[in-house]
């Protein structure tokens, strides 16, 4: 049995214009335990109400969602999220932020911090530990996010965007390390992103999602080993047959 | 060193064109002249119109503000808080605040000296020495103290419980929250700059009103007192010296809280 099962979601809201938004409609899809799972779609697809379900922040109208074969019922404490940005407490410092969650396991201090060194290492935010968010490029602020995310240690990471707003060279570093980290850590991920590219260079598998209503188009396996040369013939024919699909899609 | 000068040219001026004025109109009990005026502040501690000292009359004006406050604040706070993050407590107690929020502190002061009379501290509580400090805490002054000091500390509560970024809400919860760790690690950090901000304006507005119900009739210290009762026997050198000690204490007690509050809500005004 799957890890993470999606059935037949619904889910209708009322947007600020006061219409009614079907959302996702029958949504389905599986993830395997320690998969990495790459969802991309156009923009108001759902891709980030169907995360938002996945956490428990939002409840589904009809149909189940299941994580370990149990019915998510709102959040739970083997899952969490990592927003696209500005999620960092800017109270805290970086050591304090990327604490937070083992905060409310153990009271005990050092045991935190030595915890948590380890992800601010792996993250390349040694010798910042003390500094504020505020203090912090965007893409800093993300790695810690990140780090604080991976500190929690979930058996279920949802990365919405994560590297949405940052620049070309962060984001192919960030790419790397999260491959890296995941090489290790062997979290299920699912990770929701508008770039083909980004898609494919960290994906298992790559679900392609469609608009009004939202629901899962194609699901497409990565076969090419990892680190993917993005110049390679392999990466391009994969990269030129998602897109035909969204084209698709848009027209 | 340059903002420093500049910011003190404008009272040297205004001292100097004192001075000159005080010697042209030449009569001490309409404009006494800018050194009868200084001569009485560089003795704080010398009796004043057989009613004490400035020291005296300020710590007791300070300590009505000081305990009024404290007040307002104890009940403020949690109040704000309560509000702030509950929706049926808001929907009951924000009519009433709507109303009462306009209505001055100062309008309270006849209808507190009618309702507390003349009780102090010391008679509620019992402790009858007639020199000390609660003698000359007047309940009624409390009440209008606490009264003008409530809004402002209230208002900025709920604003900041509201204001909290529901992103950083769902990112606790996200991280293992609960209820509990959420208000004392999110909710209350996240409103402390706002809160701070209540508790200077609440601070400011409180030992505005305390100057005003001690010019009343029934008041027997405090700078206020001392304000009018040098008006009654045209010492105005007094009432001159003791106007700049409210200024510069109110100052001082502003400065204080803006102290505590920069150092405890550096990450706001930086904040993306």
Known sequence: ?251 | MRSLLLGILLPLIILFVWEIAAVQVNNPTLLPRVEAVAGRLIHPFSDLLNTGSFVRHIIVSASRVILGFLLAALVGIPLGLLVGRHLLIRQIFSPIIEVLRPLCPIAWIPFAMAVFKTYTIADVFGVHYTSSLFGHIQLGMLFVIFYGGFFPIFLNTVHGVKSVKNIHVESSLLLGADQRRLFRKVILPSALPAILTGLRVGLGISWMVIIAAEMLPGSDAGIGYLIMFSYELAEMDILIASMILIGLVGTLLSYGVKWISDRTSFWQAKER
């Open chain 1, 1 to 251: 049995m799957a890890f993470l099962q999606f059935e037949n979601i619904e889910k209708t809201f009322v947007n600020e214009r006061r219409e009614e938004v079907h959302a996702l409609s029958g949504l389905t899809f599986d993830c395997q335990k320690g998969e990495f799972l790459c969802i991309v779609g156009p923009t108001g697809c759902g891709k980030t109400t169907l995360l938002r379900i996945a956490a428990g922040l939002d409840r589904a109208d009809s149909g189940t969602v299941r994580i370990g074969g149990d019915d998510v019922k709102g959040i739970r404490s083997e899952t969490t999220l990592v927003f696209q940005q500005y999620s960092l407490f800017p109270w805290r410092n970086v050591m304090d932020n990327v604490a937070f969650g083992l905060e409310m396991r153990t009271q005990d201090k050092k045991t935190r911090y030595s915890l948590s060194r380890r992800f601010i290492e792996l993250m390349g935010l040694t010798g910042f530990e003390k500094a504020y968010p505020h203090e912090l490029s965007g893409g800093m602020q993300q790695r810690v996010a990140i780090a604080r995310a991976l500190a929690y240690d979930p058996v279920l990471l949802l990365m919405d965007e994560p590297f949405g707003a940052l620049d070309i060279r962060t984001r192919y570093r960030l790419q790397e390390e999260l491959l890296n980290l995941w090489q290790e850590e062997r979290k299920t991920i699912l990770f929701v992103t508008h770039t083909i590219d980004e898609a494919i260079v960290l994906a298992d598998r790559i679900l392609i999602m469609r608009d009004r209503p939202g629901r899962i188009e194609r699901s497409i396996s990565v076969g090419p080993p990892r680190p993917r040369d993005r110049r390679s013939k392999a990466f391009l024919e994969l990269h030129i047959k998602i897109r035909e699909v969204l084209e698709k899609i848009i027209n």
